[in-house]
Structures are given as structure tokens and as C-alpha cells.
């Protein structure tokens, strides 16, 4: 009992820091200037989410610190005085450094590296449908065209010769208004949300992420302290009223949001919903994180063009990964955006490891331009589609509910509500079966009916037994009796 007390203090004394730390920043930001009226305990509760004696402890601390003063029976107001920085330098304590002790978790990493045989919770694909003799003999063509290549590192900004092709295939493919300047090359996609977490969420900021979505970037949000705000996506994207109700409520940072072939259910967000959505942006302010994985991999028609086709303000940060389907293990993404973006992302790179390999990136530079690998790319979509009918074959028959997707590695499947996902995980562990609950997918937690079953890195015979052994495991719940 006492253990349990302590573990609730713990986290009522991070809540509260993480509230004092929240008001700073938009103390810092210039949003509450000096003699500003804060807002009374009771609303900023409201719109935290937090008990008001939360707010109140918050709100002693800044006073105790010289960041707000007190007017009798009228409130708390920000003070002219002191920065953050000094006021922290006067203390042994720092909040940011508290708020930082929480534990590191990464719920989708945790499940994956438990060692199965039918390996459904991996979107990637499957290796042996990549030219993997090809890339081989590949690597000793870049040695002898680069010498020297592992005796110096990349700029933290990435190869300036892959930049400059990936510029030139983007402005072909997508009439993008780009420089080569306005890409950063980031070891994956995950580094790229991670560097610009750390850059735009501190602690309580608000920031909208799609409902279900890929969860290590809840993981890395919440990490930072933000506050998640859902967004239902659906087959027809999102809904643009109330995704504006919520910029205007919530005044966010950023929207991350992953509209092609979406993680996990497959969805794609229709072109004039794009140019809305960053229309929105502009107008609230509000950074569009657009987290582009398998833009490649349709399975029929290509997706729309990018967000950032649309932008023109520098509202809109594009995270192009290409490792997935062309060589996983070569790590490569190129975040686009304007100036204001790409240069502090580019000191945030420096700091986390100074630049992607150099080796890395010139092998898939010249790998990737290749026209083997083009060819490939259309034989990799045939592969999928196969998959993908495997599975839905085997699935045909248990009554579950799923929405076929036109592209990328995923079904997104809600099974009846009296199969308990957590216990057919374990049970599925058991039997060498894989696959990613949707409750670690959903903002909110709540989606306890719903799984993630990728398709795209076993083989087609294994996926079959493997189907079968979830579906026969599944069976073995019943309804419960009335």
C-alpha cells in the first residue's frame, strides 16, 4: 500500500511541474507577457486536464520563482523580471530535468523484439523480395567509386549528392518548390519525429495526433509531456470542421498526421482534403507533420501528391522514408520543409549524432537510382497484393471487420468485442504469433477490440499457417452467456 502511495505522488509531483513548465514556455514564447493576467486556477485546469490544486502548486512555483506575482482577490500575473533561465540557475532543482525521469517506453519496439515465427506486428518487407544479391554487388561499385568513404563523416545536414538526386525526384514526381537546402537527411523517419519533438513540445503542450496512429510517436510525444489531442481518421479522411474546432480550442504546436496508406489502418486522406488541411495550418498556426513511409507502395492507383505540395508558408515538415521498401537496414528519410524548420533541425540532428553514415547514404543514393531498383518497385507491389489477398482469404470466414487497403503493409481488423486482445496476445506469444493491439495505437487507449496485422514480411506460406493459427487461437473465445 505504501508502494502504491508513493507511485501516485510521484506522478501528481510530475504533473505539476510539467503544468509550471507548460505556462513558462508560453511565457517564453511571448504568448503571456509581462503583467498579463494568467488564467484563474479553475479554467487552466479545465483546459489541462489537471486537478486545480495541480494548477495552484504550479502556480506557487512560478511565484516562488519570481515568474508570476499575486494581485489581492484578482489572480496571478506574469512578472517582468527574471528569465526561465535565471530563475532556474537559483535552484537546485530544474522541473525540466524532473519532468525528463519518467520512463522511456516504446510499447511497438517491446513487441517486436519478442522472437516469433509468424511475424506479424513487422511493417516491413519481407527480405528475401528485395534484389538482395544485387545490392551486394552494389556496395563494392560504391567503394570503388568513393575510396575514402569511411574515413569521414556526412554534414549533420546529410550527403550534399543525395540530397541534390532526392531534390531532383521530388520536384519530377511531386512539382515541388524545393532547394536542396530545404532537406535534412535523419536515420529513419523515427529520429526525424523524435528531433522534432524535442524542438516544438515541451511539457502539457497541445499536440493533434490522429486516431488510431503509429504509436511509437505517441511514445515519443508523450515522452516530451505533451498532451495528445485525437483525431478521428477514417476511410474518408478526416473530418475538417471538427479538426478546426480543434486548432481553434487547443491552439496546437503540431499536427503529426501519416495521410498515405496510413499506420495502422491503411486509410489515405483524399487531395482536396490536403490543400485544406494545410490551408487550416496557415491560418491557425499550427505545423503539419506529414509522415510519408510507403508513398511507393499502392497497390492500383498512386496516392495524391504530398501536403507540401500545397505549401507555400512553411507550415508543412514532409518526412519521406524510403528504407522500408528499398533496404530497411540503410536507415534512410529526408525531412522537407522551409528555413525556419530544416535550420534548428539541422542543429537538433548535430547534437543526436552529428549526420546519417555517409556509407548509408551513398549506397542508397546510388541504389536507389538505379533502374534495377525502379523495376523492382513494381514487382514488390505485385508481392503485396498477393499478401494481402492471402489474408483476407483466411480472414473471410470469422465475421471480423476490415476495410481493404489500397496500398502499403497493413490490415487494420476490429474483432468481436468479447475476444480480450490482451489475453490472445499472450496466447498468440505462446504459439510464435505476433501482431500489434490497437490500444497501444489509440491516443486514448481505448480501442480494445482492434489489431494490427501486417502482411508484408512473411513469406506467403507462413502467412497462411500463421492466419490460421490466429484465427483457430481467436476461436477459442467464446461469446459470453447471457
Known amino acids: ?38 488564467p484563474s486556477i479553475r479554467l487552466l485546469a479545465q483546459e489541462l486536464q489537471v486537478h486545480r490544486l495541480t494548477v495552484f502548486r504550479a502556480y506557487q512555483l512560478l511565484k516562488q520563482n519570481e515568474r508570476a506575482y499575486v494581485k489581492e482577490k484578482s489572480g496571478y500575473y506574469v512578472s517582468p523580471c527574471k528569465s526561465e533561465e535565471q530563475a532556474l540557475n537559483e535552484h ?35 527480405p528475401n523480395l528485395l534484389p538482395n544479391l544485387f545490392l551486394s554487388e552494389h556496395v563494392k561499385q560504391v567503394f570503388d567509386i568513393y575510396p575514402k568513404l569511411m574515413g569521414t563523416y556526412s554534414s549533420a545536414q546529410g550527403d550534399e549528392e543525395l540530397r541534390e538526386y532526392l531534390c531532383r525526384y521530388m520536384v519530377r514526381h511531386h512539382h515541388l518548390r524545393l532547394t536542396v537546402s530545404d532537406i535534412l ?166 547534437l543526436a549524432d552529428n549526420g546519417t553514415p555517409l556509407v548509408n547514404q551513398k549506397m542508397f543514393l546510388h541504389y536507389f537510382e538505379s533502374a534495377r531498383i525502379q523495376q523492382h518497385l513494381e514487382k514488390l507491389r505485385i508481392a503485396l497484393q498477393i499478401r494481402k489477398e492471402i489474408v483476407e482469404e483466411e480472414l473471410a470466414s470469422t465475421g471480423w471487420h476490415w476495410i481493404s487497403p489500397q496500398g502499403g503493409f497493413n490490415l487494420w481488423l476490429r474483432l468481436p468485442d468479447f475476444i480480450p486482445v490482451d489475453r490472445l496476445l499472450e496466447e498468440c506469444l505462446r504459439h510464435s504469433v505476433s501482431f500489434v493491439p490497437g490500444v497501444i495505437c489509440d491516443p486514448l487507449k481505448e480501442m480494445q477490440s482492434w489489431i494490427r496485422l501486417s502482411y508484408s514480411f512473411v513469406n506467403e506460406e507462413h502467412l497462411r499457417d500463421g492466419v490460421r493459427r490466429l484465427v483457430d487461437i481467436a476461436g477459442r473465445y467464446g461469446p459470453q452467456p447471457q
Open 185 to 350: 537527411i535523419t536515420t529513419g523517419g523515427q529520429q526525424a519525429i523524435d528531433l522534432i519533438s524535442r524542438i516544438y513540445i515541451r511539457p502539457m503542450d497541445p499536440v493533434l495526433v490522429e486516431r488510431p496512429t503509429y504509436s511509437a510517436a505517441l511514445d515519443i510525444f508523450r515522452q516530451q509531456g505533451a498532451r495528445l489531442v485525437p483525431v478521428e481518421i477514417t476511410p474518408n479522411g478526416y473530418d475538417l470542421a471538427a479538426v478546426e474546432k480543434l486548432m481553434q480550442k487547443h491552439k496546437p504546436r503540431i499536427f503529426y498526421m501519416n495521410p498515405t496508406f496510413h499506420n495502422p489502418t491503411g486509410y489515405t486522406v483524399p487531395a482536396a482534403q490536403r490543400k485544406l488541411l494545410v490551408e487550416l495550418a496557415e491560418r491557425y498556426r499550427c505545423l503539419l507533420i506529414e509522415d510519408d513511409a510507403i508513398h511507393e507502395m499502392y497497390l492500383d492507383q498512386p496516392p495524391p501528391q504530398p501536403m507540401l505540395t500545397y505549401d507555400t508558408e512553411g507550415w508543412v515538415v514532409y518526412l519521406r522514408s524510403f528504407s522500408k521498401y528499398v533496404a530497411p537496414g540503410l536507415r534512410i528519410c529526408a525531412v522537407m520543409g522551409g528555413p525556419s524548420v530544416i535550420k534548428p533541425l539541422i542543429t537538433a540532428k548535430s
Open 1 to 38: 500500500m505504501k508502494h502504491a502511495k508513493s507511485s501516485g505522488g510521484t506522478k501528481a509531483n510530475l504533473l505539476f511541474r510539467q503544468a509550471y513548465e507548460y505556462i513558462v514556455t508560453r511565457m517564453d514564447r511571448g504568448e503571456w507577457q509581462a503583467h498579463d493576467k494568467l
Open 92 to 126: 537546485e532543482e530544474s522541473p525540466r530535468s524532473l519532468t525528463a525521469s519518467s520512463v522511456l517506453k516504446n510499447a511497438l519496439s517491446e513487441i517486436q523484439q519478442i522472437p516469433v515465427k509468424y511475424q506479424f506486428s513487422q511493417a516491413l518487407i519481407d
